[in-house]
C-alpha cells in the first residue's frame, strides 16, 4: 500500500489538523457553545435551540465525540452530552502551543 498524504505530516500536524476540521463548523462551534452556555443537553435541545435537523444534529455530535471534546450519558430513551473537561483543555493546549510558535512581525517589505 502507497504512502497517503497524511503520512507525510507528524502524528502532532495531522492530530491538529484532525482537531481543527472537526471544529470548522458553524453548527458544531454553536454547539459548542450552548454546551458551554448549559453544562449538559440532550440532542432534542439542539435541535430546538440550533433549527437543524435531528439526523443533522447526530451527525455534528458524532464528529465531536469522535475526537472526545464531548460526551454522552444515557438517561432513559435520550442521550444526554457535555463538555468532556479534560479533552477540552488537551485540545485548548494544543492549539495554544500552536499559537505560541508565533514569535513577532512575519510580514514586512520582503513578504
Avoid at 502507497?2 to 454547539?31: C, E
Amino acid at each position: 500500500m502507497g504512502v497517503t498524504k497524511t503520512d507525510l505530516f507528524s502524528r502532532k500536524q495531522n492530530q491538529i489538523a484532525n482537531y481543527a476540521r472537526v471544529l470548522a463548523h458553524p453548527a458544531r462551534i454553536a454547539i459548542l457553545q450552548y454546551l458551554l452556555k448549559t453544562n449538559s443537553c440532550c440532542n432534542s435541545h439542539l435541535v430546538d435551540e440550533l433549527g437543524l435537523a435531528q439526523a443533522t444534529i447526530s451527525q455534528h455530535l458524532k464528529e465531536m465525540k469522535s475526537i472526545g471534546i464531548i460526551q454522552g450519558t444515557i438517561e432513559g430513551v435520550s442521550v444526554n452530552y457535555c463538555i468532556h473537561s479534560d479533552k477540552w483543555m488537551e485540545i485548548k493546549g494544543v492549539f495554544y502551543q500552536l499559537f505560541e510558535e508565533f514569535k513577532g512581525p512575519v510580514c514586512g517589505e520582503n513578504c
